[in-house]
C-alpha cells in the first residue's frame, strides 16, 4: 500500500461516515457551495473524478444516479478509486491531462483527495452532520493552500475568502479560505 492509498482511504472513509448518515429527505438540503443541494456533492465528483483519473486507464464504472442513490454513487466512486490505488500497476500508469502527465496515483493526489476532504465538511454543513475535519490534514492543507491563493481564486473552484478573526482555529480559516461560511 502507498501513502496515496492510505490517505484515499483515510479522507473517503471520513466522507462516507458523513454520506451513510444522511437520511434520505436530507439530500436535498443546501449545501455551502451556492445553487447545490447535497446531493450535487456526491454528483460533483462522480462527474469529474472519473474522467480525470479513471477513463484515460480504461476504467468505466457503472454509477447508480446521483439523483437517486447518491450514497450508492459515491461508494462506487470511493471503491473504484481504492482498488486502483490498491494496484501498483494501475497506481503507476501515466495518464495525459492538461496540466501534463501523471501517474494516476499522483494525479488522485493531487486533485481528488483534497477535494472529498473538503467537501465531506460541505456535506456535514448541509445534513447537519459532524463537521469536524482531521486536524493535520486541516494543517497541512491550509499550510499547503495559503501560499497560492491568487491561483486558486482564478481557478474559479472557490469563492471569495471570507474574513474571520486572526485567532480563529484551523479549520474555521480552511472553511473561509476556500470561501464557505464557516
Known amino acids: 500500500m502507498s501513502a496515496i492509498a492510505d490517505g484515499w482511504r483515510d479522507v473517503a472513509a471520513a466522507f462516507t461516515r458523513r454520506a451513510e448518515a444522511v437520511s434520505p429527505e436530507a439530500w436535498d438540503n443546501p449545501a455551502p457551495c451556492e445553487g447545490w443541494v447535497a446531493r450535487d456533492i456526491v454528483r460533483h465528483m462522480v462527474e469529474w473524478m472519473p474522467d480525470m483519473v479513471l477513463s484515460p486507464l480504461g476504467i468505466e464504472p457503472a454509477f447508480p444516479s446521483a439523483d437517486d442513490d447518491p450514497l450508492g454513487a459515491w461508494l462506487v466512486l ?96 480552511l472553511i473561509a479560505f476556500i470561501g464557505r461560511q464557516p
Open 78 to 173: 470511493d471503491s473504484t478509486i481504492q482498488s486502483a490505488l490498491d494496484d501498483p500497476d494501475v497506481a503507476q500508469r501515466e495518464i495525459t491531462m492538461r496540466f501534463g502527465a501523471f501517474s494516476m496515483e499522483s494525479a488522485v493526489d493531487q486533485f481528488c483527495t483534497g477535494d472529498v476532504f473538503l467537501h465531506t465538511w460541505d456535506l456535514a454543513r448541509a445534513t447537519g452532520g459532524d463537521e469536524r475535519l482531521d486536524p493535520q490534514r486541516v494543517r497541512d492543507a491550509l499550510v499547503g493552500m495559503l501560499p497560492m491563493d491568487a491561483v486558486l481564486r482564478e481557478s474559479g473552484h472557490f469563492g471569495p475568502r471570507v474574513d474571520v478573526p486572526d485567532d480563529a482555529d484551523d479549520q474555521t480559516k
